[in-house]
């Protein structure tokens, strides 16, 4: 399966077999979107179906219970599994009609088409926070089965800060970890051990500095785990117990009979050949309980637990940060990912917003799927797999979802019920790798007010007279209705009056004789660094643009936040690393 971004509802996207048949996908990570800032009585509020249902297509963070939920509700019903429809309908009768329970019912329906896609080796990652964490456990209960549940893991995005809080400050989010099958992908993680210094080792002998373990387990190994050894007796409940063998370090497993001899051993000689080996650890306290050494230059680090301090949230200054709102670390997903996969496994993120999934999954070797509903994302992510990678779309990837021509462009402008306005808009100016004015990432409405006429903007450098670095910039304005030599002529001011060095009219219509006419009567840009003329206004057909056509003009710089290089460590080419 080649590496691919859709855009559109990651429901109809999931559903379609097509695109994901059943058990193709290695490892699920999903971030969806949630308002936990609203007040938390407000989640629960009821809503009236008539005002929520407009409000839904904004898809800001929230979801609001109206004509959509209520369908989706009845499906699972009726369709779901049992246990599903089950779970679904014990939820409303808890929590009503409201913003809570339209989130619920709108993931429970993605997750049962999740967990078709993935396969029995593999796992979902859900993160989320506190508000809602206790219910989406119901419904993954419900849909993977309690038995598969694996962890909850607390994360510590942020420190605690004292603005006259009158409760515990809210620090962590929850990622919920549900496996498919009893046996499935997991690579044990570890983390430094404090910088390699001593601490945390606190004994020492010839071999090294060393820590101990217990020697003792919860789980029966027959009557001799639970008699004396040596005068000393675990503990009630406790029995005797030992790592597997291929858990010793090499060194101590050639001092060692061989795997098929120890396996054969009862638990109280294998404890003696330890002991002969000068691998127990006898505390100076009388009575203690002997314990295993555990040295430092076996290890690997420190065994990575559910509890994750050690991960900082994007800095205001970080070079990852690219403004989107709900940004996670990309060593967050790198975690994730080198636990639950394997190189060329895929891994799938259905709400990828600004890609950091498909980032981390792409350094790491690993095949990905994205999915968003934004053609504003999809941009982002396009821009952030060619900064960091040097992948191009439609060469290094596919994306599927977007308008291929004319007729597809405009059926996307005129696409009312899902913003297509904006969607048309956000798509033709990352044709022209413009930066939106005033859209808002992660969600599906551009911007609010007057744009001033301006829809995007380009930025390029030029010198300026004593040959120092200027910064200047391209004006895009997008069209996807009637046009005439008015909008030539207002864009001509606008460039004007932003001091702008070019003026880019992208339309979904031909330009009539009269608009060419204004455009070229606005002369040309003159740059100094480059020495060459540019047409200070330039017409853009969506036909011309899908030809292959650009804006003329200076090499940009800094359309969108750019995302690090990403240099690998064996000097493989970026777009190889895939």
């Known amino acids: ?283 100076a306290k009388e009575g203690g309980m002997p314990r295993l050494r555990y040295y430092m230059e076996d290890s690997q680090g420190i065994l990575i637990g559910d509890n994750w301090t050690d991960i900082p949230p994007i800095g205001a200054h970080a070079k990852e940060r690219l403004g989107y709102p709900t940004q996670k670390p990309e060593a967050l997903l790198e975690r994730i990912i080198s636990a639950s996969s394997n190189e060329g496994d895929i891994v799938l993120d259905p709400f990828c917003g600004c890609g950091t999934a498909i980032a981390a999954a792409n350094k790491l070797g690993r095949n990905w799927i994205g999915i968003d509903i934004t053609h504003l994302s999809i941009a982002l992510q396009k821009y952030r797999l060619l900064d960091m990678f040097e992948l191009v779309s439609g060469e290094d990837y596919d994306v599927i979802g977007e308008p291929t021509t004319e007729a597809g462009a405009r059926e996307l402008a005129t696409d009312s019920a899902n913003e297509g306005r904006y969607q048309f808009e956000w798509w033709a100016l990352s044709l022209v790798g413009a930066k939106p004015v005033g859209g808002q990432a992660g969600s599906r409405r551009g911007k609010k007010g007057a744009d001033k006429g301006i829809d995007g903007i380009i930025n390029f450098f030029e010198r300026d007279d004593k040959g120092k670095s200027k910064p200047k910039k391209v004006i895009v304005q997008v069209k996807s209705g009637k046009v005439s030599a008015k909008e030539i002529r207002d864009l001509n001011w606008t460039v004007e009056r932003e001091k702008a060095a070019v003026g880019v009219f992208i339309t979904l219509e031909y330009p009539t004789q009269p608009m060419i006419k204004e455009a070229l009567a606005a002369g040309w840009y003159e740059s100094t660094l480059w020495q060459k003329p540019y047409r200070k206004l330039q017409i853009l057909t969506i036909g011309d643009l899908l030809g292959g056509a650009g804006v003329d003009m200076p090499a940009p710089q800094g359309t969108f936040k750019q995302a690090e290089r990403h240099v690998s460590t064996d000097g493989v080419a970026q777009k190889d690393l895939i």
């Not at 046996?183 to 044990?188: E, L």
Request: hydrophobic residues 40%; glycine residues 6%.
């Open 1 to 283: 399966m080649n590496n691919r971004l859709y855009y559109g509802d990651n429901l109809d996207i999931l559903r379609n077999r097509e695109y994901f048949p059943d058990e193709c996908v290695d490892l699920i990570y999903l971030d969806p979107p949630f308002n936990s800032n609203r007040n938390y009585n407000v989640l629960f509020k009821a809503e009236s179906g008539a005002d929520s249902e407009a409000q839904i297509t904004a898809f800001e963070d929230t979801w609001h219970w109206g004509e959509t939920a209520e369908e989706t509700y009845r499906d699972l019903i009726v369709d779901a599994p049992e246990k599903v429809s089950t779970a679904i309908e014990a939820l409303l009768n808890l929590i009503d009609r409201n913003q809570m329970m339209a989130y619920l019912v709108m993931m429970t329906a993605r997750l049962v088409e999740l967990r078709r896609v993935l396969k029995l080796t593999g796992s979902l990652y859900l993160h989320c926070d506190p508000t809602a964490s206790h219910y989406l456990k119901i419904v993954l209960d419900a849909i993977f089965g309690p038995e598969n549940f694996r962890n909850e893991v607390i994360w510590r995005r942020t420190s605690a800060h004292d603005l006259g809080a009158r409760q515990w400050p809210a620090v962590h989010d929850v990622i919920l970890l549900y496996s498919k099958a009893e046996v499935w992908r997991w690579n044990r993680a570890y983390v430094d051990i404090n910088g390699g210094r001593i601490k945390g080792f606190p004994h020492a002998d010839e071999r090294g500095a060393y820590a101990t373990r217990d020697m003792t387990g919860g789980k029966a190994g027959g009557a001799e785990a639970y008699q004396a050894w040596r005068g000393r007796t675990p503990s009630s409940g406790r029995a005797w117990a030992l790592p597997g063998f291929h858990r010793f370090p090499e060194w101590l497993r050639d001092a060692l009979p061989s795997e098929e001899v120890w396996v054969s051993l009862g638990i109280h000689a294998k404890m003696d050949l330890l002991d002969s080996l000068n691998v127990i650890h006898w505390p």
